[in-house]
């Protein structure tokens, strides 16, 4: 093939791509994706936030399980933590992981601990 004819197929893949859904879909925000489940009951009680986060807490493990049955980087702050002290749901976008830099300074990642 030419090379016009193979930069014009690779601009027409590019453009395709460019303008296909996925590619266009907006970052959602943790507490959006929620939202729509079950509007802010889904993670509040009565659609306000609890004063020590506890209710939310027991939500998140009613649907995702408890930190000590998930994986590696979860178990060891079973008893420690509670969920929203690393996910940030309203600061957070699906997808997103949080950094272990903010608790430990020794360059430990979740893919390190995975390992």
């Known amino acids: 093939m030419s090379k016009k004819i193979l930069s014009a197929l690779f601009g027409a893949a590019l453009a395709a791509l460019a303008l296909s859904p996925v590619a266009m879909a ?3 925000e943790l507490a959006e994706m929620h ?3 079950d509007g802010c009951e889904a993670c509040h009680a ?9 209710y939310e807490f ?22 420690n933590l509670m969920c929203a002290d690393c996910h940030a749901p309203h600061d957070m976008n699906v997808g ?3 950094t272990c830099d ?4 020794d ?9």
């Open 35 to 37: 939202v729509e489940m």
């Open 58 to 79: 027991e939500q998140c493990q009613s649907c995702h399980g408890t930190l000590d049955e998930m994986d590696a980087v979860h178990q060891p702050h079973e008893g």
């Open 26 to 28: 907006e970052p959602q």
């Open 107 to 115: 360059g430990r990642t979740p893919e390190s601990i995975l390992k």
């Open 96 to 98: 997103d992981k949080p």
């Open 102 to 105: 903010s608790c430990h300074d």
């Open 46 to 54: 009565d659609g306000e936030p609890s004063a020590d986060g506890a």
